[in-house]
Structure formats: structure tokens, C-alpha cells
């Protein structure tokens, strides 16, 4: 009966639920603020069946670590705008360092170019190399998200990955979401300790994460790459939009595409 119950628990982890009709959040999809080039990665990145398998909806405060470039910051602000709330939590102008103050300045930049789009954002402070986790009150956020992140932040070590999750779950209400797209490395595949590849364990992260306090809900196959052999020379930035190797094979690894991903939703326990 045990076992019958465990694998019945297990299904349902691994499996997504219907997809919800979300109107607004194709109008933001759909969005002619939108950069051009980052809509022709909506084919590999999968927004709208992404974030409705986290389960967002318009009146949520959500906090979006590590935006980048804000790829994701162009369409859930303007979905967020009316009725809740984006925190873009990554380098801040008021950094102590330098080149991190650098990146913030660029960040903000930009949003303050659009107001329209993005002028009711806010930023919050998340430097892990820093160990800086300034970016929302605890219990405030419904959702935290993160996009192909993860890798990147194994360099600062086991402490401050602990403390970097930590503050998500502080930052989480009860029954908050985090939600979490990696770059997958076939479990037959040996993982280095810092992630050099880009890619990561499934089971690992899901390790990881269950560690800070969370429950794995349900993982979906939506980022999925089966082209995607996750041994490529420079690693996952050998593919595209990245070609780490220039002209290299350049036509093979277009012929991949963007890498194999898992997509993990946890619930803040």
C-alpha cells in the first residue's frame, strides 16, 4: 500500500496541470514593446506555457531573481503592472561593487526608457556573490522565479547557495511558489561541484531546493530538448543565441537549438 501511495505522489509531481486560459497574459506575449529579437526565442523559451504551469496570475507580487537582460522582465511587467507587482531582483546601482553597480545602472536604464511598460517595477538587491538578498519583505511574494540561473550561483559554494534559497523562503508566503528553469545534464553525465557546463542534475537541484524548506509540486517537460546531448566543447554556451564557438559547428548547433531545461515548481512548505 506504501508503495502503491509513494508512486501515486510521484505521477503527480511529475506531472503538469491543464493549462489555464490566460488572456492578459498573451497580450503581454504579444506585446509590441517587446524587443524582436527576444520574441524569436519565445519558440525554445515556451513563456506563456512556462508561467502558467507555475500557476501566475495578474494579481500576484512576484519577484523575478537575476532578470539579466530582462527577457522575462518584458512580459511580466506589463502583466503585473495593473494589478500586482514585479520585483526585478538583481544588481542595483547602489552596489558596493562596482561592475555589479555598473550592471544595475544598465538594468535601470532601461526601464526608466519605457515607463509606460515598466515604470511601476521595482528593483530589489539580489548579489550572490555579495551575499546580498535584499529584495522583498519576508512573506510578501506569492512567486519567486528564476531562468537558467541556478549554474551560475554553485561558484559562491554550499553557504551561499543555503543562504541564497534561504531567502527565497523567507521572501515566499506560505504556499508560495518557486519556480525554477534549468539547463538539465542527463543523470549518466558526471556534474563538476561549480557547474562549469551550464547544465545541472535534475535530481541535484531538486535535492538542492527540497533542502531550504520546499516541496516539488510538479515538473514539466515544456523546456524539454531531446536534440540536446549536453556535451558540447564550451558547453551549453556553445549553442544558440550564445555560439561560444563562433563559426565552429555553428550550423550543428543551430540545427540543436537552445538547450534541454528542466522546469521545477516548488511550493514553499
Known amino acids: 500500500m506504501k ?24 497580450a503581454a506575449i504579444g506585446a ?17 506555457e512556462t508561467l502558467t504551469f507555475f500557476g501566475i496570475k495578474p494579481n500576484m507580487t512576484v519577484v523575478e531573481l537575476a532578470p539579466g537582460g530582462g527577457w522575462y522582465t518584458e512580459i511580466l511587467a506589463p502583466y503585473l ?21 555598473k550592471a544595475g545602472e544598465r538594468f535601470k536604464a532601461r526601464l526608466d526608457a519605457n515607463p509606460t511598460v515598466y515604470g511601476k517595477v521595482q528593483l530589489g538587491a539580489f548579489e550572490p556573490g555579495n551575499g546580498v538578498f535584499n529584495y522583498a519583505p519576508a512573506g510578501s511574494a506569492d512567486m519567486v ?28 508566503k506560505p504556499g ?7 539547463h538539465r545534464l542527463p543523470a549518466s553525465k558526471p556534474q563538476e561541484a561549480k557547474a562549469s557546463s551550464g547544465y545541472m542534475h535534475e535530481a541535484y537541484v531538486i ?16 523546456n524539454a530538448n531531446p536534440k540536446d546531448t549536453a556535451d558540447h ?37
Open 81 to 101: 503592472r495593473d494589478q500586482g507587482k514585479l520585483i526585478a531582483a538583481g544588481a542595483t546601482p547602489t552596489s558596493k561593487s562596482p561592475n555589479t553597480a
Open 176 to 182: 508560495g511558489v518557486f519556480g525554477v528553469v534549468e
Open 233 to 269: 566543447k564550451g558547453g551549453v554556451w556553445a549553442l544558440p543565441p550564445t555560439y561560444a564557438n563562433k563559426d565552429e559547428d555553428r550550423a550543428r548547433y543551430a540545427a540543436i537549438g537552445e538547450s534541454d531545461r528542466m522546469t521545477l515548481k516548488f511550493v514553499k512548505q
Open 32 to 48: 509590441s514593446s517587446r524587443t524582436p529579437d527576444n520574441v524569436k526565442r519565445d519558440a525554445y523559451r515556451h513563456p506563456y
Open 3 to 26: 508503495r502503491f501511495f509513494a508512486a501515486a505522489l510521484l505521477a503527480a509531481a511529475s506531472s503538469a496541470p491543464a493549462l489555464a486560459d490566460d488572456s492578459a497574459l498573451k
Open 145 to 172: 522565479l528564476t531562468f537558467r540561473n541556478l549554474h551560475n550561483w554553485t561558484e559562491g559554494g554550499d553557504d551561499k547557495l543555503k543562504a541564497l534559497l534561504a531567502s527565497v523562503h523567507a521572501a515566499l
Open 207 to 222: 535535492k538542492l531546493v527540497e533542502g531550504a524548506g520546499f516541496k516539488l509540486a510538479a515538473k514539466s517537460e515544456i
